[in-house]
């Protein structure tokens, strides 16, 4: 999904979080966090020299993977005012990990860079979130508030991606996790950055608070690409075989078949970035409805080991199949694929068709091993 369709989704997905916090108890009820650091943060270590291990965990293995309680772990009643960066804010919906700061005076490439404003910089804060309630949920940016030195600061939008990464925010399943990026602009003085992430629009509770010091933030050149939570597996009975038909209300969903490759050259020549690859469901969908109806791309999620991945944009027809996605009459089908860029030696890949771009409700999940 472009930058441009995930902002109109944001905003749509605020406005309709708006009418439901209207409609809802008081979430400052009955909830409780716990900060604790995380382990393979230091500020004296990069991510991208962690040697693994035989099982591929990382230098740090089982601590990695699976981090236990700290001794700073403290209930609610107990906590700090703020957590810091390198330390994970667990409550009763939402795990949020910050994991580095970065600061720049340009974001981009030599054909095109973001800008800060005169005088100002931007600050990169780069998190690791899990949904850890029992219901899928939307983790919203616009639910973020920022303040410069105890200056209310609004969020920037910037076309880059810093360090590879995907801006944060989207539907997420439970037990599942997203990577991503909030981006400010602040002064080029800024001493201290506070960061809170708010049960709603209309809330004063906040489900975590992190304080960025300006010596806190990473010179380094960090590519994060472990996680912070322990290793995802995906359910067993979520794994579909190619042929196999998912029926709704109003769609049968068959999956056609999955191809993996790094380069597509066709009418245009697309490689897949670094140590990643292209991989490509292809999909037929046949309106089961009484009524025509269009079946959008854009209601498609993917789930690299857990973690959601925007999916990409070809070009090409790929083994005659265009990009899915077209108004079918009641009783009609159509064609097309859907892909996603995945590292290399990804373990599960998981896609899901919602009813709409901000449901919870899924018309079909279909989920395949790298074997």
């Not at 009763?92 to 970065?102: G, N, P, T, V």
């Not at 209310?152 to 910037?158: D, E, G, L, V």
């Not at 992430?197 to 380094?220: C, M």
């Not at 209300?249 to 897949?272: G, H, M, S, T, Y």
Request: proline share 4%; with cysteine; net charge negative.
């Amino acid at each position: 999904m472009n930058r441009k369709n995930r902002l109109l989704a944001l905003l749509a997905a605020l406005v309709l979080s708006a009418g439901i916090m209207g409609c809802t108890g008081n979430p400052e009820d009955d909830s409780e966090s716990t900060i604790r650091d995380i382990p393979s943060i230091t500020p004296e270590s990069n991510p991208k020299d962690v040697e693994e291990d035989e099982s591929g965990k990382g230098s740090k293995g089982k601590e990695d993977s699976e981090p236990e309680e700290s001794s700073s772990s403290k209930q609610e009643s107990d906590l700090p005012e703020y957590a810091k960066v390198g330390q994970v804010v667990t409550g009763d919906d939402w795990s949020i990990a910050l994991l580095y700061a970065k600061e720049y005076d340009s974001i981009g490439s030599e054909f095109y860079s973001d800008q800060p404003s005169e005088g100002k910089k931007f600050l990169v804060l780069f998190f690791d979130v899990m949904n850890v309630s029992s219901e899928n949920d939307h983790f919203n940016p616009f639910y973020f508030e920022g303040y410069a030195d105890d200056y209310s600061t609004n969020a920037a939008f910037i076309t880059s991606e810093p360090d590879e990464m995907q801006d944060l925010g989207g539907d997420i399943d439970a037990g599942k996790m997203a990577k991503g990026y909030m981006v400010y602009e602040v002064p080029s003085d800024w001493k201290t950055f506070e960061i809170s992430y708010k049960d709603g629009i209309w809330t004063s509770h906040r489900a975590a608070t992190f304080l960025v010091n300006r010596e806190d933030v990473s010179p380094q050149d960090y590519s994060y690409t472990s996680s912070v939570f322990p290793e995802y597996v995906m359910d067993s009975s979520k794994m579909t075989d190619i042929g196999t038909e998912i029926t709704g209300e109003k769609w049968n969903v068959k999956l056609v078949d999955v191809k993996k490759c790094v380069e597509i050259e066709d009418l245009f020549r697309q490689k897949a970035d670094e140590g990643k690859e292209f991989v490509i469901f292809f999909l037929e969908a046949k309106n089961t409805s009484s009524e025509d109806d269009y079946f959008n791309p854009f209601f498609f999620r993917f789930y690299v080991d857990g973690y959601l991945t925007d999916q990409t944009l070809l070009y090409n027809d790929i083994d005659g199949y265009e990009g899915i996605g077209a108004d079918v009459a009641a009783g009609k089908k159509t064609k097309g694929y859907i892909a996603v860029q995945a590292p290399s030696g990804w373990k599960s890949l998981e896609l899901v068709y919602d009813e709409w771009m901000l449901t919870r409700n899924s018309v079909a999940e279909f989920g395949i091993l790298n074997e």
